[in-house]
């Protein structure tokens, strides 16, 4: 509803445009977690492979991507968010496995930071505007 409201008035585009990227981030973030907390509960299942996950540069810029097959997978679907399999190179263990721990608890404090940044910013662009919509009052 609130994104079909930007469309309809460019100025709330420009007023709450940068809180929605914000607030996207936010939501990248909460699934990286969950994907690399999977990682470092899998540590000790034969023949796993850690994932992660990474933005696609048409969900930063906003466009969209072309596909030149009908049977190509759209945007749309992982919502600019794609899986990919961590370290392919990585010289697996006796079982199978390739999750090296620290290398992903190093990832998970990284996105940790990452998240607290992004949540004190739409924090402080929310107050912002909550200043701004009450005249400056309070």
């Known amino acids: ?6 469309l309809l008035c460019p100025t ?10 914000m607030s996207d981030a936010l939501g990248f973030h909460r699934q990286r977690h969950s994907v690399l907390a999977g990682n470092v ?4 299942t034969p023949d796993f492979r850690p994932l992660d996950l990474e933005r696609s540069p048409a969900s930063v810029r906003g466009g969209s991507l ?27 263990s006796m079982d199978g496995n390739t999750v090296n721990l620290e290398r992903e608890l190093a990832k998970v404090d990284a996105n940790r930071v990452r998240y607290g940044v992004n949540s004190r910013l739409v924090t402080k662009r929310l107050a912002a505007l909550r ?8």
Do not use: K, Q
Request: glycine share 8%; hydrophobic share 40%.
């Open 41 to 44: 509960a899998n540590v000790d």
């Open 1 to 6: 509803m609130a994104r079909r409201l930007l």
């Open 66 to 92: 072309d596909t030149s097959d009908p049977r190509h997978l759209s945007l749309s679907s992982t919502d600019g968010v794609s899986f990919f399999f961590d370290d392919a190179n990585a010289t697996p």
């Open 131 to 138: 200043y701004a919509a009450s005249d400056g009052i309070g």
């Open 12 to 21: 709330m585009n420009v007023l709450f445009g940068s809180t929605n990227a």
